[in-house]
């Protein structure tokens, strides 16, 4: 069982900046890869970013190029989500994931999910 714990959700202003945390704890091996999503009132979850498990390889949702980073400590199995320039339209639930090496799934990894931290951008 893995559990992935989720910070840094909150309120800020637009034009503001935020930090999100995500630590994976439990009995895995290892990591693949790590990312967030963002699910909007109403709306389905959405990718806003992903990180390979080396962190060589990033990509990110057009809407936020240039504005988030996203990077990862693997000897913490923490992800990170630096979001700046926030915007109104980035307000949401976002979700931390991450394929994990566990015994039953040694190989191939299993899915795992945060359980959402709230951030709300007002204009």
């Known amino acids: 069982q893995v559990q992935l714990v989720e910070s840094g959700g909150g309120l800020v202003q637009a034009g503001g900046s935020l930090r999100l945390s995500c630590a994976a704890s439990?009995?895995?091996?290892?990591?693949?890869?790590m990312g967030w999503y963002r699910q909007a009132p109403g709306k389905q979850r959405d990718l806003v970013a992903h990180i390979t498990s080396g962190g060589g390889s990033t990509n990110y949702a057009d809407s936020v190029k240039g504005r988030f980073t996203i990077s990862r400590d693997n000897a913490k199995n923490t992800v990170y989500l630096q979001m700046n320039s926030l915007k109104p339209e980035d307000t949401g639930v976002y979700y931390c994931?991450?394929?994990?090496?566990?015994?039953?799934?040694?190989?191939?990894?299993?899915?795992?999910w945060g359980q959402g931290t709230q951030v709300t951008v007002s204009s």
């Open positions: 439990g009995t895995l091996f290892g990591i693949n890869a």
């Open positions: 994931y991450c394929n994990a090496l566990v015994p039953k799934a040694r190989v191939s990894g299993m899915d795992y």
